[in-house]
């Protein structure tokens, strides 16, 4: 028996080095021992039958004539069983640590210093000319990347980069390549994070934030990257700075998520490079104290000034004092369209008073009570101080819209989501200027009568008049928004009528409910209405925010600023356009940013840097309307996605948040395209952290989303994300799996039904695909939920699909019509199991086509019965025994 023995605890380099190994040479066998590291262990749950291996308890040394030794050339990092073996058999060895001690192992020496071992036996492979599928490619690639730190440590050399450019040749699937590259640190490594850990010091640059932190360590390592990434992800910094000499060399790496520090143009000052964002240089000669000391005094150099709350605030503020009326909040805010006031006792904030707060009071007559009353003590602030950044988290973590600004415990100015968003369109704290994404277009005001009358239903068309007119009544402006308005210039049929008024949206639907045969629902905490139709048809009614102008001169500038403000905080270009109502301007579609080019473009674009993180559920919405209309996310747009993504946004959005982007996705024509984006941009893993999207998960997707159009029918109940959630979610182990089932809200009947499908399916599915009877079906599938089986049509082949849906087909028909609980026991069956077995052998028996007459056929079963003969547990029929295997 020929072997071939990775060193003990094996990574991705050692198993993929005993892969290619296998491929040059069929005839040899794979031994591992030890432990897997935690990435390979679960890439070998998923792969585990495509690379069969044996570990060193099922071999016997007796039987062994030669070990090939792959990713060490120490006889230390081997199992003591295989150690024992070198000395009585053959011995090759494959590494790439080529300055071997004394005592290494002795044989047929392949030692060359490249970056991964598993380079040096693809190598060979390219050599032969050896075919490998995408599997193979792709596995041979993690290794590779995973031992040179993504091609970036020092030890990477051109050879692997030519294997690497010939795996990826081989269709290397870069997307799985980063799901199991996790780059665990080595002993060395960790014992500088440690000390890294331990020195860290905080300083203030500009008003910035900057961590530095310092280790000495006598040999090199190489890797520190990677160890920085560490340090900066777990410790929270929002710039990291570390110093470390090892051996003769002092090296500085940085990173940074600050948009004030150019971390990039610090390390080329200092001999190094990078990106503002990251970046690395290194010292010769230089102490760890003087590195520290030059990086400081460059450092304020590449650090612009933080905007802070007292650069983007509004002051003074508009507020209300504890002692004033309900009703006196109200006014106010009618008059200036606030949605909140800060309420002040003794010059000091004590709390905030919402809309929906008045307007409730007022519904039940207390209006003339003291706002103190009905106000929220519960206070998000911050310091004039504090950056714009911290601010806009504390906004998403707590879903606030503004943030008051306390100085001295007094209330100095308040930030909303407008101060933040103003950013894009002016200078603020300085030089800095955040720029929008969106296109600006000559032909703001377009014309679009004729579209409307060629293709909006006439019914809608005549109420889109009617509310215009009544708006007029009100001296309203009134707009049809969104989604109507994008698929009317699309010609794409659309019956979601959303309405934006300027002024009170739920008073005006109230009045427009006066002329309609309509009810009304108000949703007073978002100043939106509905009216519901009898027939079903609904049109929502919603406010736009206005700004309050005590000059009437300035009037006419609300008109187009305040629709201009609502439309501004939609997600996408092609999202933000409105169409007046109003009867002199119905028809002018409004388009201040750009969208109907898009449209023509086909293209997906936000309409703002910070769009994504306003609300990183945009990411999924994006992807929806990209692979629905088969659009190309524009390219910066794309960009900012995946620095939110990349910044954990997603990770601070509610669950069921997600949840409902997700069903949404399930709800379009091909939802598997949009899935196979979002593992594209990264997004899986972040919603999902133990979901690994190879290319086996591809398949499963694919067979799922190839049954459920099926499933749907023939399941009325089945829940979509229930049956992608059995996919996503097999191998979790059991903190993992609470984790995904609480943020999801996932019943436990799922998540247990999958623990036990899970090591049952490819039984089953291989039973399928080799066209084991229906009965056999049944048995295994009588129990399983609707999800379930979609689960097991993910692990089918098509022929297997196929035959899986006229199982399916049959089972309606074989529900007995005639025998039930009641007829059997009026033939004597005591209740209990018997019946239910009695019942399941009826169904078997139509299922394989040998029951045709139900009362005959259990007159038979009966009188096996009473021949002592237990029924449903042989073959009698044609129905096979369930209990024999």
């Not at 006889?75 to 090759?92: Q, T």
Request: one cysteine or more.
């Amino acid at each position: 028996m020929k072997i071939i023995a990775p060193h003990r605890n094996p990574d991705f380099d050692a198993f993929a080095s005993a892969v290619a190994y296998k491929l040059l040479n069929p005839d040899h066998e794979i031994v591992l021992s030890g432990h897997p590291t935690q990435n390979l262990h679960e890439y070998l749950r998923i792969y585990g039958d495509r690379f069969r291996y044996l570990t060193d308890k099922e071999i016997k040394p007796e039987e062994i004539e030669k070990v090939v030794v792959v990713d060490t050339a120490s006889p230390n990092r081997l199992s003591e069983k295989i150690r024992d073996l070198l000395s009585k058999a053959e011995v090759i060895v494959y590494d790439h640590h080529p300055d071997i001690k004394e005592g290494g192992i002795k044989g047929e020496m392949h030692l060359e210093k490249v970056g991964a071992a598993t380079t040096i036996l693809v190598e060979e492979i390219m050599e032969k000319g050896v075919d490998i599928d995408p599997i193979v490619a792709t596995l041979l690639a993690i290794a590779i990347y995973e031992d040179t730190g993504n091609l970036l440590y020092t030890s990477t050399t051109p050879r692997d980069l030519e294997a690497v450019k010939f795996l990826l040749e081989n269709k290397a699937n870069l997307v799985e390549v980063s799901e199991y590259v996790k780059l665990d640190l080595s002993y060395d490594q960790k014992q500088i994070l440690e000390e890294l850990f331990k020195s860290v010091k905080e300083y203030t640059i500009g008003g910035v934030e900057v961590a530095i932190a310092t280790a000495e360590y006598e040999k090199f390592v190489g890797g520190l990257n990677v160890v920085t990434s560490k340090l900066w992800s777990s410790g929270g910094y929002e710039t990291l700075i570390c110093i470390v000499k090892t051996g003769k060399k002092t090296f500085v790496i940085g990173r940074t998520s600050s948009p004030d520090v150019n971390i990039g143009g610090l390390m080329s000052s200092l001999g190094g490079g990078g990106h503002r964002k990251a970046g690395s240089a290194s010292f010769s000669g230089k102490s760890v104290d003087e590195a520290v000391a030059i990086v400081l005094n460059k450092l304020k150099e590449y650090i612009s000034p933080a905007v802070r709350a007292r650069d983007a605030m509004s002051s003074p503020v508009k507020v209300i004092y504890a002692r004033e009326t309900i009703e006196e909040a109200n006014r106010i805010m009618e008059r200036t369209g606030h949605s909140g006031l800060p309420v002040v006792e003794g010059n000091k904030l004590v709390g905030i008073v919402t809309k929906k707060a008045v307007d409730k009071a007022i519904n039940h007559g207390l209006g003339d009570r003291p706002v103190k009353s009905i106000m929220s003590s519960k206070l998000v602030t911050a310091s004039p101080d504090t950056p714009l950044s911290k601010i806009r988290q504390l906004m998403i973590e707590n879903d606030i819209g503004r943030v008051p600004i306390i100085e001295n415990g007094v209330l100095v100015g308040i930030v909303t989501r407008t101060d933040i968003l103003r950013t894009i369109f002016g200078e603020v704290g300085g030089n800095k200027k955040v720029e929008g994404v969106y296109r600006k277009d000559a032909n703001v005001f377009v014309d679009i009568r004729h579209l409307m009358r060629e293709r909006v239903n006439p019914r809608i068309l005549n109420l889109l008049r009617l509310l215009g007119t009544l708006a007029d009544d009100r001296e309203t402006k009134i707009y049809v928004v969104g989604g109507f308005v994008r698929d009317l210039l699309l010609n794409i049929p659309n019956e979601d009528v959303d309405i934006v008024v300027e002024g009170n949206g739920p008073d005006f639907a109230k009045y427009a409910a006066k002329f309609l045969d309509v009810s009304v629902v108000v949703h007073d905490q978002f100043m939106t209405a509905s009216l519901f139709f009898k027939d079903g048809f609904r049109i929502d009614v919603a406010t736009a925010r206005t700004e309050y102008y005590e000059s009437p001169a300035k009037l006419p500038k609300v008109d187009v600023s305040s629709i201009k403000n609502d439309l501004y905080r939609r997600d996408f270009t092609i999202n933000s356009m409105a169409i007046k109502l109003n009867p002199v301007e119905f028809g002018i579609l409004y388009d201040f940013f750009g969208g109907r080019r898009d449209l023509e473009e086909g293209i997906i674009r936000a309409l703002h840097t910070l769009s994504f993180i306003d609300d990183p559920t945009r990411i999924l919405r994006a992807v929806r309307f990209e692979q629905r209309f088969d659009f190309k996310i524009e390219e910066t747009t794309e960009n900012l996605i995946r620095e939110a993504v990349d910044g954990g946004y997603l990770e601070h959005v509610t669950g069921m948040r997600l949840r409902q982007e997700i069903e949404k996705i399930l709800k379009e024509r091909e939802p598997l395209k949009s899935v196979k984006r979002l593992a594209q941009l990264g997004v899986i893993k972040h919603l999902f952290p133990r979901t690994y999207y190879s290319q086996v998960m591809d398949k499963k997707l694919e067979g799922l989303f190839e049954f459920l159009p099926f499933a749907e029918k023939k399941f009325p109940s089945l829940n979509k994300f229930y049956a992608l959630m059995y996919v996503f979610l097999e191998y979790y182990d059991e903190g993992s799996l609470e984790f995904v089932k609480y943020r999801y809200s996932i019943p436990d009947k799922v998540t247990s039904e999958l623990k036990i499908l899970e090591k049952r399916v490819k039984d089953i599915a291989a039973g399928i695909d080799n066209g084991r009877e229906f009965s056999w079906i049944y048995d295994n599938l009588k129990d399983v939920s609707p999800e379930g089986i979609c689960y097991v049509a993910s692990y089918l082949t098509e022929k297997g699909r196929r035959r899986l849906k006229e199982y399916l087909e049959k089972l309606d028909s074989a529900k007995p019509r005639i025998v039930n609980g009641k007829y059997l026991i009026k033939l004597g069956i005591s209740p209990g199991p018997e019946i239910g077995e009695i019942i399941s052998e009826i169904i078997k028996g139509k299922l394989n086509g040998v029951v045709k007459d139900e009362e005959s056929f259990v007159k038979e079963i009966l009188e096996r019965r009473n021949s002592s003969e237990k029924p449903g547990f042989q073959k009698r029929n044609g129905v096979e025994d369930t209990q024999s295997g």
